[in-house]
């Protein structure tokens, strides 16, 4: 379907597709076997520039918003979802900093993460705090000019093969939730380790590992925004990213789905190929449906964000401001429900229709040597990393009933 | 060192059919790009112009309209401008035609800015010829050199290549500016940058004809030098033989026979 890119964004997404196709597909098992870090890819992504299509040119990225990231994952999770998160996570890093980073603090990072000169991680969770962030255990006290962080974080995607890392430690433990802040920290920096690799299910090619903070000293400079808005500035990030995981996941399916197209239609049982059983082809049906209704979810989503964040973040970077403050000035709007509901009902499609895709597929779609039950395997991650779909569901209902007593309060007023 | 890589813009096809009544290649509605062999010479050029500094690498091509699509994909991979040499009296010409309007672009290249070097792909996808090249050296009067697989070095005087040879390398040094066509062996070309896809599309392309170029319509005129008897496409590649056996000795039996069966043995 044509959904009326513009000259650059069509460009993404061929570029992204040639090296989905051409250099991704023939190495895929090979990293979701072996579990190593698909550096020759990343190569090829720095060079033609797709790690920074969403990034201001202020700060040299492309200029492109939501929607150019969008674009990229999808076309590189159809080839695999593993190697397609070595680009997501370094957003992940970028957003928190683009979004509430000072310009200073912009300025330092940014460019590395545009260029893919460096990489990014991103790590909120702990063993303790899942999807309650509040929880969270490890700290950083400020001495003098610095923080001292003290802590065990886990299930950092990227983890050991980042450069640059945004963690989240509570500097004040009395104040709960208030008291969790925001910190970039390089690697390298003393004090900063890694502990376990995880051995995952899916996404393979991208390493999962804990990080340990053991007195490691970070420049004062390095807060994100203020002490304890750091859960404001995960819940931020993840409005803007959680069209990623959507963008991961509609790959996902849409790879699966043509994997299995070419399997059917040459599969033959009972004489005929199996795509002309009906059986089968209301199931193909389903599953193309499903993914058209939310790829157009996605687009419509990302566009409206993109239209609603870009003037915050545009008047941030002539004004020399932070892009959060700017976005209260302008009263931008919050796409907590929106990009919760795209993410869900992406992530939850992919898992269905790869779900499905191995069952069409058969016998052989079981077996490691067939790329379909990899799909199936990279598909489930995506109901849950970035906040689980329950977690998402909690959220969309409790921007409903927000916005529904906010309107009641408005009919009353009016009445 | 200014450095010019001459392109062309080819059909994107491994088989075009032949209209059987003109016996003419059938490339209407065929997607068009890049000659596979010049995407070589790009990079090579691109290389030469990262390595050394204040380098500039214009692209060339002689072609109708569309062939513009090819320099800007050139420019797209890093090449910093083009010249397009387009005029419907250059619509056929052969390959003496072409290299001699390819030898005229370069001239007026080289007026504004001297040229280092002229790189080439080693030949056409399409006509295959591969001595357009070698008759741009002839044109210009510079020293060619066919078949390179390696800049060895290089520098704003002199080049040390090596070419490739049936029964091994020839290692030559070559005095600038010089022709020299690439083969595939020399390096793997990139894939364009996103900013350099954006950056080509405003980048300048000039246009030049017949009057610009005071091209002589005798020499661009395929008429009486070349005459096409026919063309037909390649035969399909066949299939390999599955060497069929349970032991090592009944296989080598099998090979055995079927080199007697080819008169290999």
Redesign the interface.
Known sequence: MDYGFTEQQQEIVNLARAIAQKKIRPVREHYDQTEEFPWPIVEELRKVGLFGVYLPEEVDGLGGGNLELVLAAEELSKACGGIALCVATSSLCALPILLYGSPELRKKYLPDLATGKKLGAFNITEPGAGSDATATKATAVLQGDHYVVNGIKNFCSTGKDADTYVIFATTNPNRGARGISAFVVEKGTPGFTFGKKEEKMGIRANGTYELVFQNCKIPKENLIYKEGYGLFIAQLTFDYSRPGVAAQAIGIAQGALDETMSYIRQRKQFGQSISSFQAIQHMMADCATQIEAGRALLYATVRAMDASNGPAIRKAMEENKVVADCMNELDTKRWTKESGMVKVFCSDTAMRVATDCVQMCGGIGYMRDFPVEKYMRDAKITQIYEGTNQIQRNEIAMMMIKEAASKSKKDLVAA | MHIVVCVKQTPAATQVPVDAATGKLKTEGLPYGLNPWDEYAIEEAIRIKEKLAGSTVTVLSLGPARAEEAIRAAIALGCDEGAHLVDPSFDGTDNMGSSYLLSLGIRKLNAAKPVGLVLCGKQSNDNESGSVAPALGAWLDWPSVAYVRKFASIDEKLAKIERAAEDGTDSLEVDLPAVVSVIKEINEP?????????NS?KAPVAKWGAAELQAEAAKVSAGGRLEIVGQTPPPPRGGGIVVPGATAQEKAAFVANKLKELKFI
Request: charge should be positive.
């Open positions: 990139r894939l364009p940058s996103l900013k350099g896809k954006m599309k």
